[in-house]
């Protein structure tokens, strides 16, 4: 996976072009179901810069569970609730004369756009070599040689053993999900029936 | 052309603040919750571009990043099965009628 450094920007550039149109697609394209298929696109591109990263593990966890995972579930909900209205959702915003959309809108790109000029400030006014010296990474390339194949042992050991009471609580936490959400659809599946006696 | 930290970062800040705008904007629930997703992804993508740059012998940032995405998934399964419940009960899912604890 190690790419010849000269020409390593140009899949960094289509990568990060793809996720940029992506995540734009998701919110400006009018019909909702296809705005949660261009996310998948989104993601997986994101993988493929964690592959550039030297991520593997990480570049496969996100596609297993984002692209697969969580976003064909919030397609299937999308599904669950496909009104027209809901599904062309954009241009019935525009229609209702209630919510101010323009302003909103308006204020919102002031916003972004103020954020992320404060980012990129704060981004290339820091001196990051500097900073890799500090914390002993600045035999680079050297170290990544000797060690960007064994991330994934490197994460098994440190999540086993450092970060083992994170670990766990993730665990518990998935666990109370899976009951909270089940409690959650249940007790309106006894309501309905409520109703219906 | 070398791709430094700066890129990645950059375009980290740039996939933050498109979620920003889609969570602002957007006046259906389930784009917010994409966009949130969205969001979630750039502290990501920070995350592991730190791993990979400034802690290339033990990648913390990585591990992190694995967290994150766990409970990613809690909060989406959390709220899509909220967002199904109102649904249920409203028959529309627009942000703007969530408005019963509002005093």
Known sequence: MELLSEFRHIPFLLLATASVVCSLGMIFNPNLVRAGFTLIGAFVAIAGLYFMLNANFVAISQILIYAVGIVLVIIFAIMLCSLKETVNDISNEEQDVNLDIHTRRVTALIVCAGLFALLVYVINSQDWNAIAVITGAEMHTTILEQFSRHYTEQIGNLMLSKYLIPFELISILLLLVLVGVIILSKKQLDTVEENKA | ?103
């Open chain 2, 1 to 103: 052309m070398d791709i430094t930290i700066n890129h990645y970062l950059t375009l980290s800040a740039l996939l933050l603040c498109v979620g920003i705008y889609g969570l602002i904007t957007r006046n259906n629930a389930f784009r917010v919750l994409m966009s949130i997703e969205v969001m979630l992804n750039a502290a990501n993508l920070a995350f592991v571009t730190f791993a990979h740059y400034m802690d290339p012998l033990e990648v913390k940032g990585q591990i992190i990043s694995l967290f994150v995405m766990a409970i990613a998934a809690a909060e989406a399964a959390i709220g899509l099965a909220l967002l199904l419940l109102i649904y249920r009960n409203r028959l529309n899912i627009k942000m703007d009628s969530f408005t019963s604890m509002k005093w």
